[in-house]
């Protein structure tokens, strides 16, 4: 199986994929970038010959193995951009996109033209260099052409990750689901801070106390599972606790109470179908949370 490729928008991802398949013996024939310096930049990083940098997707002609790491907005119209740059058409080629939420389909290509997948790199990448020392660690999400296949799970192989296979009408789910479990998370970190900060705690010192406290919590979860991971007052059933939160985020903060009723609504219901909140109390907790009667300053309050 040939292993030339060339990589469309040098970004996080793809300077970082394209450095390590470069590493795994994996020819680059061009580097594609809006900005010829900063491509030439990325050059550097993934550890090529800077003369491969281009602004010109037509450069990418020869490569059996095509990547587009770029923005979701722009996937189908970079396709589209290579579609009228590379004659003849890329027969036999694999086009290969990182979006989590778009299909394959996307780069809508002509049929038996080139092969179309997609393939998602389950995890969070702040900078290139963070993101080539952690794919090693990052599950992949892919869907699209069969003929594809081997060519996407030799480079899934080269870069060490696990392929999973989705639907590819499940795929925006999929994607709300990472959301969730990452983006949303540093939401939730964020507004943490921002009550830490009424209570006096400096800047500096608000990400240090919670930090150990996410990190164990992570810990807990990889280890028990999320029923059993669960901690906290909801789960110990403690309706004291709970109607102060609700009484000092309705005096101090109240824009976060309705998020706080929400999330804790759907916490009691973890916590009583994972066996450990009877079935009373959880609902006595969920009627606690209900964000109108909190408003309204129920006697419970």
């Known amino acids: 199986m040939s292993s030339r490729f060339a990589l469309i928008g040098p970004g996080r991802v793809g300077s970082a994929i394209a450095r390590a398949l470069f590493e795994k013996d994996y020819q680059p024939v061009a580097i594609v970038g809006r900005n010829l310096q900063s491509t030439r930049d990325a050059c550097a990083f993934i550890g090529c010959n800077t003369s491969l940098a281009s ?11 095509v990547l587009l790491a770029v923005p979701d907005d722009g996937i189908a119209t970079v396709a589209f951009e290579l579609q009228q740059h590379l004659l003849p058409p890329l027969r036999g080629t694999v086009l290969i996109h990182f979006s989590g939420v778009h299909p394959a389909a996307i780069m809508r290509y002509p049929e038996g033209q080139a092969s179309l997948f997609s393939l998602h790199p389950l995890l969070p990448f702040a900078d290139r260099q963070q993101a080539f020392e952690r794919l090693k660690l990052a599950p992949y999400i892919g869907e699209g052409d069969d003929s594809a296949r081997p060519m996407v799970e030799a480079l899934c192989a080269a870069l060490g990750g696990q392929l999973e296979y989705i639907q590819t009408h499940k795929k925006p789910l999929y994607h709300a689901a990472a959301c969730l479990a990452s983006n949303y998370l540093v ?11 009424q209570c006096g705690i400096e800047h500096q010192g608000r990400e240090p106390l919670l930090l150990p406290l996410l990190r164990a919590t992570l810990d807990n ?8 991971g669960l901690t906290g007052p909801i789960v110990r059933g403690d309706i004291g606790s709970i109607s102060a939160h609700l009484q000092v985020l309705q005096q101090h903060q109240p824009d976060l109470l309705e998020l706080y009723c929400q999330l804790g609504h759907r916490t009691a219901l973890l916590a009583q179908e994972s066996g450990r909140l009877k079935e009373n109390t959880a609902q006595k907790i969920i009627r606690l949370l209900d964000v109108d009667s909190v408003k309204n300053n129920d006697e419970y309050l």
């Open 187 to 197: 939401t939730l970190m964020a507004e943490a801070m921002t009550l830490l900060q």
């Open 55 to 65: 602004t010109d997707p037509g450069a990418s002609g020869g490569a059996d193995l």
């Open 221 to 228: 979860v990889a280890t028990c599972g999320t029923g059993q």
